[in-house]
């Protein structure tokens, strides 16, 4: 059924609120990427075979069983725990749930509301049988993921009744363009794939352009490792996302605009299509959107994963069929983007707090965060850390409240090192910094970036010159190629980085690094390239004495680097068993059966053979 207004499309709401409201019980399986790679889809399928009842047992325990839903929601989190399970009207959130898990859930909660106490989570030793009583969740304040883990990932009608497109109403009825944009600019809403330039004065500059044909693109790319935010948030409720797509495009005048997702995102994908599939049949999409005269067609890019392509003019290009290179500005996106056409290009976090904004106000907007970065941000949260996954909290939360408050402190109780901001492109911040507020004034002037949201939490067991010549790889592999700079620059800073961590670094190698460090952030065409070499400058600032003594001492103090480990064996523990010496490739152990052995680390490879196969513990590792 076609929704032709905003009165049609509060009388759908309440609707499917009563509707909604007739089941008995709610299951909501997490199926988000982490936990469908768990098994998740196997606990769905198990939930909805007990609960509609298959065999004749089943078929009695659904006269206990009314009404009640099974439902795939976005990621609920706590990624590290899945996979997870919350049972409405209880609110009961179970973790590391298995298959078997699942008829007990039903005979004990669905059925008669009783919990299922050895799943639920449990900080030290204290029980945490609600999302409200868990740390890692109770501390975030939810804006863009409000309903990531609470709504059907699957189904517009839950977007509906959660409020959804009521934003997309008020403005195409009770607003012109220009109170958009203005209401976006009031609000103060930075972009947040990582350069955190103004929404509202992109828009304005967009709908201010002489031609008349425009586009709104999303930049779904989000190629940091280690970051999955985008990724949750389009798998989660797309219907956000593209509900501040719509609103974006009547601000500016587009008819027509694009979501450019790397093919690595196949649930997302998959959910996105739908969406707009979903979105279309009503009328939320496509001509006359809600009667108004409106209208924007939306449709979906896939990348080949090339990690440039989350840079603007890039995208464009990759979108337009071309091979994705960054282009020298100006002219800008905003004035020739896609089709040389005046574009308005954000990320889909940006996208996603559109709606709230309209509905809610710039002056709320501005309760949240600081004054510089209103709002929130989310955050994946990875590492050696203990509570992994997805965040969102108010800009200018410290990484302190972030890492211990939220993330539970590193593991195994080690300590903490550094931490990872901004991807490949970001920068290290260390101890002295904790306290500092993520926001993106005050993160630049740490000699970092924001970033998409990646944030790699390191313990004492990480070595920072191995963090640099790991992201140095990636960016080289990933450079397009297209300016100098960035292409031979990138390159030989990776063949030092990998000089040093070999044990043959020189003194003089690190003045060379620093310098093509600054050469190539100076000198590069695109924004990717220029940040590229932050973790390397980051890294030789805050752990210097750590590059000295790979190659002063031939030393890894994290016994990370392989190549300056050196294998002895323990006389006393040694019984003379041989199997060291057999399983050795090289040929380095030698000795006489039921007499201590000797490594030949001049012949040694550093495989560490010797030492797994060794049931004595005899063999040890010197840096």
Known sequence: MRINSK???????????????????????????????????KIYDEMVRLCEGIDGVEIEMQKDIPHVG??????????????????????????????????????RTVRLGHPVDRLFYRHGDEVCPKPEDIPFLNRQTRIVLENCGKIDAESIDEYIAAGGFSALAKAVTEMTPQDVIDEVTRSGLRGRGGAGFPAGKKWSQVARQAEKTRYVVC??????PGAFMDGSVMEGDPYKMIEGMIIAAYAVGAENGYIYVRAEYPLSVARLRL????????????????????????HINRGAGAFVCGEGSALTSSIEGNRGMPRVKPPRTVEKGLWGKPTVLNNVETYA??????????????????????????????????????????????????????????KSGAAFKGVQIGGPSGGCLVEDQLDAPLDFDSVKKLDAIMGSGGLV?????????????????????????????????????????????????????????????????????????KSAPLPVLSTMKRFREEYEEHIRDKKCRAKVCTALRQFHINPEFCIGCGKCAKNCPAGAISGKIKSPYHINNDVCIKCGSCKDNCNFDAIYVEM
């Not at 992201?471 to 030989?492: A, H, L, N, Y």
Request: hydrophobic share 35%.
């Open 457 to 529: 939490v390191m313990d004492e067991n990480t070595c920072m010159v191995e963090v640099a010549r790991f992201f140095m790889s990636f960016t080289q592999r990933e450079s397009c190629g297209k300016c100098v700079p960035c292409r031979e620059g990138t390159k030989r800073m990776l063949e030092i980085l990998e000089k040093i961590v070999a044990g043959n670094g020189e003194m003089s190698d690190l003045d060379e690094l620093e310098e093509l460090a600054k050469m190539v952030q100076s000198m590069a065409l695109c924004g990717l390239g």
């Open 70 to 107: 099974v439902i795939k929601t976005g990621c609920q989190g706590l990624c590290e725990l899945g996979p997870l399970v919350r049972i409405e009207p209880y609110g009961y959130q179970y973790v590391h749930v298995q298959e078997g898990d699942c008829l007990e859930i039903v005979e």
């Open 275 to 298: 969406a707009i599939s979903q979105a279309e049949k009503y009328g939320l999409l496509g001509d006359h959107i809600l009667g108004s005269g409106v209208n924007f067609h939306l």
């Open 219 to 224: 930049n779904g790319d989000e190629g940091d």
């Open 353 to 410: 707090n559109v709606p709230k904004i309209i509905l809610q106000g710039a002056e709320w907007f501005h309760t949240i965060g600081t004054e510089g970065s209103p709002g929130t941000k989310t955050f994946s949260l990875t590492g050696a850390i203990e509570n992994t996954g997805l965040i969102e909290v108010p800009m200018g939360t410290t990484l302190r409240e972030i890492i211990y408050d939220i993330g539970g402190g590193l």
């Open 7 to 41: 009165e049609e499309l509060q009388s759908k709401k309440a609707e499917i609120e009563q509707n909604i409201q007739s089941f008995t019980c709610r299951v909501l399986v997490c199926s988000g990427t982490g936990c469908m790679a768990s098994g998740a889809q």
